[in-house]
């Protein structure tokens, strides 16, 4: 049961990072550079090296969910599960350390967004985990 709520809290999560990452185009398009900072050109560059990672992060956590959801019965597929968990990982760690490079309020700021990001990730990992061996051993 836990991992199924995961699963469908990552889908959530997902469809909500998929809504940010959009509206983070949007306006990284329509900000004025100049206003931004010394080098307007390398921070619109980051600005949208995360928005494209968050973007892509956002799809492989509804998959990730998706796959949860479908196969939260299956002790066999758990490995594809905690693949799709460590990718969501990795993905939400690197945007946030885009993030951290870019951001003019501080490092703080950061570390509460990845901390924020990697919660629901590392759940579903945990969660995929304890799938395999509950249901292996309520098999044998």
Known sequence: ???KV?????????VLELILSILSYVAGGGLRPDLISDNPDYEIGMFFVSA???LVASIVQFASGVAGIKNYKKPEKANVCVAFGIAVVVLNAVSAIVFTITDQNGVGVAAIS???ALVLPVLYVIGAFKMATFNKKSIA
């Open 1 to 3: 049961v836990f991992f």
């Open 6 to 14: 995961v699963a469908i809290l990552a889908i959530v999560g997902g």
């Open 52 to 54: 494209s990672v968050l």
């Open 114 to 116: 990845l901390v924020i």
